[in-house]
């Protein structure tokens, strides 16, 4: 049993380079950052080495110049972890990672529509959650749309 | 045209089977499900986008109305999160009156549940049966909290109100009662062979694919893995109370069942032990109007499975995003790959199985206008 | 006399006192139900509820009568008006003023059979011709269920036919009468297979797969609305009164006097006591799945009820 020091400790080894930060506020809450890059290396390695199997959820945040993806990582009964990555939002790439975690599909399907991240490989251009005719570009969730430019959308026809 | 050889059977997004819209579309070769696909967020509200725009004290409506049946379970995640980052620490009585109105509301959530199964097996009078004894349940949250659905006690820095002396009795004496009821609800359903019949066997969900699929909650426990967010990650006073984490070996729709009912006995153990060591003492404490700046992920065993609130801070007095992932989306896969090679009558049994609460489930805000146009989407 | 037939056709124990023993029926079936249930029934509608029926039946007239844009329409008007007319034409074989029925005729107990067939017919048709994928899944399945339960339907209802030595259901009644027999304790295992063949029929849980509401809406039933649907709701009340007077006739006695009392009211109770028990059936069990009541007629029920034969043919029960 490994203790948060030592989550963190490992994953920092692993990555080497573009280990962003590690900080743990609580009792069994670790945060991680890492540069986009080994994000899905980083991954992959907490779910299949370090233990982390669960997927809690897939946030996504706008954070104004920069898009967030946040991958809440469960050790069963134990530690949780929350992997982070930041990418720009002019390129707004992130790897698909549920050929690891294949419920990871869900959540990043919902990060999509609502943020517009293209998470690279997922599979299933259709929507989830919006509706159709949903304006293409129109990312509920970002700072920069306002309910009231959200309550203005005209679904398209056909 | 061809000559189709399999039907697509819709389910929803009105359906009896649903007590809130989704829409799946089931192919069904004769009376087998070949292939499921879904689509969500008909109620979807903007909560999420919500958050933000207005203060915690707002934002504590705001996750209550998430869900109706398990609206407990969000505030005390809500408030969890928001008094980490504010450093607030609750008085102990607040955390064990919290635990009671928790367990409370598992007892009647699992009960709605215990209905509904036995509503959609086709057995009405157990339904009937078990739904007037919620109704005590009801009873005593109204006297408590003023609501028999959303109770609104929970609130940042505490409870809202405390509980008297009468109404512990009545809820002693309540307990007592509903512990019998619930026993012979067990004896009903362990042994009345036509429900067994549409139950045992049904949706098999073995515990492989559950850890694979990232389930949670008792569809999680059911196929027999032993996790729990009261044990794993105590929470509120979970890490006073002692109880069991009840699993079940079998996987399918009747060990669903017998999770529900058995975890209903442990609720109703947990509520005495807090009863009888309840701390004494105030109940609130008042909280700042800001929270510096971090971030919070805070989880509770809502009665459907494992809650996540994630929220984080900016050093004002709005969250700058608040995320929320209940059970009911994370049961989704394991739900559609239990789906796959049964009977169209089954269908029914095995989505109740994973006790689907879609309110929880779509969160977030499409404030549109509606085409009400709908085509046959791929997954 | 021309008067009296029209009197004993139109009025009693014609159509008219058919329609509110219908009506009486699912009163009695409802309350019932409602009370093994723990809740009232109907309440308010006449005392006790007992004009609830009649109440629903009057208001599904009132409303709107939809048809589906791709259901055939021939069929989709037809069906219901048959739904009610033939069981009210079997209802005229049972004896219910006395040992006779009204018509009476040797093989009307086939004829009784012919109709139930005819009756699972028209709810396929029924299904069939609404055109909705629930509607058609509905009538594919009381198809189905047919084709189980018909075969041992038909060898328990010959049992006390060779019994009395005649295929008249009037003629049954009337050897009962005669021997101070009653079916129900000459061949018991003919009753309890005949209460089974009978909740299949009139698709009553445990068996009311065809119309299982939480998996295909109504089913069969779906897409009907208005006058139609009431005459459906119509057609199954009198459907449930047919069954309860077949087996109340054929193991109970039927019509019989006794003592003072006229045969009629006694036809009423023992007719009332059969919808009682299917009532009470009703809400004992859960509801099985189609593939499990082929399986279980075909596996259980037919061979119990060639056993009854074989126990009469043995000379037991005779």
């Known amino acids: 049993m490994i203790s948060m020091s030592e989550v963190i400790e490992k994953l920092q080894n692993h990555l080497k380079s573009d280990f962003g930060e590690g900080r743990f506020a609580r009792d069994r809450r670790i945060f991680v950052r890492v540069g986009a890059g080994s994000i899905k290396e980083a991954f992959r390695y907490a779910v299949q080495e370090m233990g982390f199997d669960h997927l809690g959820t897939i946030t996504g945040a706008d954070l104004g110049a920069d898009l967030e993806v946040v991958y809440h990582l469960v050790e069963r009964g134990r530690n949780v972890l929350s992997l982070s990555t930041r990418v720009p939002k002019e390129k707004a790439v992130v790897p698909d990672v549920s050929d690891i975690v294949p419920s990871a599909a869900i959540y990043e399907r919902e990060v999509r529509e609502l943020l517009g991240i293209n998470f690279e490989g997922l599979q299933g251009a259709s929507l989830l959650l919006l509706p159709d005719g949903w304006p293409d570009g129109t990312y509920p969730l970002r700072k920069d749309q306002s309910f009231g430019m959200l309550k203005e959308i005209k679904l398209k026809k056909g | 045209m061809g000559y189709a050889s399999t039907i697509k059977v819709p389910f929803g997004p009105q359906h009896p089977a649903l007590k809130e819209p989704e829409h799946f579309l089931f192919e069904v070769d004769g009376d087998t499900v070949v292939n499921v696909t879904l689509r969500i967020g008909y109620v979807h509200r903007g909560l999420e986008k919500g958050f933000e725009l207005e203060t915690y004290n707002h934002g504590l409506y705001l996750a209550e109305r998430v869900c109706g049946i398990c609206n407990i379970a969000h505030t005390v995640s809500y408030t969890q999160v928001v008094e980490e980052l504010m450093g607030v620490q609750i008085p102990p009585r607040a955390r064990y009156i919290r635990t009671i109105v928790a367990e409370l509301e598992r007892l009647q959530s699992h009960s709605l549940w215990v209905g509904i199964v036995a509503h959609e097996a086709g057995f009405d009078t157990l339904f009937m049966y078990v739904w007037r004894d919620r109704e005590a349940i009801m009873n005593l949250f109204e006297e408590l909290t003023g609501g028999r659905v959303l109770h609104a006690i929970n609130t940042l820095g505490g409870v809202r109100r405390d509980i008297t002396p009468e109404w512990e009795t009545k809820l002693r004496k309540g307990m007592d009662s509903f512990e019998e009821r619930t026993k012979d609800y067990l004896r009903i359903v362990n042994s009345e062979r036509t429900f067994l019949k549409r139950t045992s066997g049904v949706g098999l969900l073995s515990p492989q694919d559950a850890v694979k699929l990232c389930a949670v909650g008792p569809t999680l426990r059911a196929s027999g893995v032993k996790e729990d967010v009261r044990a794993d990650d105590p929470y509120i006073a979970y890490d006073e109370i002692p109880f069991n984490v009840v699993t079940s070996e079998s996987g399918d729709a009747l060990a669903r069942t017998v999770v529900r009912v058995e975890e209903m006995m442990e609720s109703i153990g947990m509520i005495r032990y807090a009863l009888d060591h309840m701390p004494s003492g105030t109940i609130k404490v008042r909280p700042p109007k800001i929270a510096p700046p971090g971030e919070v992920l805070s989880r509770a065993e809502a009665p459907r499975g494992e809650l996540i609130h994630f929220g984080r801070s900016n050093g004002s007095a709005k969250p700058e995003r608040y995320k929320i992932r209940s059970p009911t989306l994370a049961n989704i896969p394991a739900l559609c790959k239990t789906l796959i090679g049964v009977h169209v009558a089954d269908i029914p049994i095995i989505l109740a199985g994973i006790d689907p609460c879609f309110s929880c489930m779509d969160r977030m805000a499409i404030v549109d206008r509606r085409t009400g146009e709908k085509r046959e989407i791929e997954k | ?318």
């Open chain 3, 1 to 318: 006399m021309i008067v009296y037939d029209l009197f004993f056709l139109l009025v009693f124990p014609g159509i008219l006192f058919l329609l509110c023993l219908a009506f009486f029926t699912e009163w009695v079936d409802r309350k019932f139900f409602a009370r093994i249930q723990n809740r009232y029934g109907p309440l308010y509608t006449g005392p006790s509820g007992i004009l609830q029926p009649l109440a629903d039946f009057v208001k599904l007239l009132s409303k709107e009568d939809i048809v589906p844009r791709a259901a055939d329409r021939a069929l989709f008007t037809l069906v219901p008006i048959f739904y009610v007319t033939l069981p009210l034409t079997a209802l005229f074989i049972m004896p219910i003023m006395g040992e006779t029925g009204l018509i009476a005729f040797e093989g009307d107990l086939i004829f009784l059979l012919f109709v139930f067939g005819l009756m699972t017919i028209i709810i396929f048709l029924a299904g069939w011709s609404s055109m909705s994928r629930f509607s058609i899944i509905g009538g594919v399945r009381s198809a189905l269920q047919m084709l189980s339960f018909e075969i041992p339907l038909g060898i328990v209802l010959i049992g006390p036919a060779i019994a009395a030595k005649s295929l008249s259901i009037s003629g049954i009644v009337q050897w009962q009468s005669a021997n101070a027999a009653w079916g129900l304790w000459l061949q018991p295992i003919g009753f309890v297979v005949l209460l089974t063949c009978l909740l299949a029929e009139l698709e009553l849980i445990p068996f009311d797969i065809p119309e299982a509401d939480t998996e295909i809406v109504a089913g069969w039933r779906t897409e009907f609305s208005g006058r139609k649907l009431a005459m459906f709701r119509l057609g199954r009340d009198l459907e449930v009164v047919l069954c309860a007077a077949l087996a109340a006739s054929l193991f109970l006695g039927g019509a019989q006097p006794l003592w003072l009392i006229p045969p009629a009211v006694v036809f009423l109770v023992k007719t009332i006591a059969v919808v009682l028990l299917f009532s009470f059936i009703r809400s004992l069990f859960a509801r099985f799945r189609i593939d499990q009541v082929i399986a279980g007629m075909w596996k259980y029920v037919l061979p119990i009820a060639i056993v009854q034969i074989v126990l009469i043919e043995l000379g037991v029960g005779v």
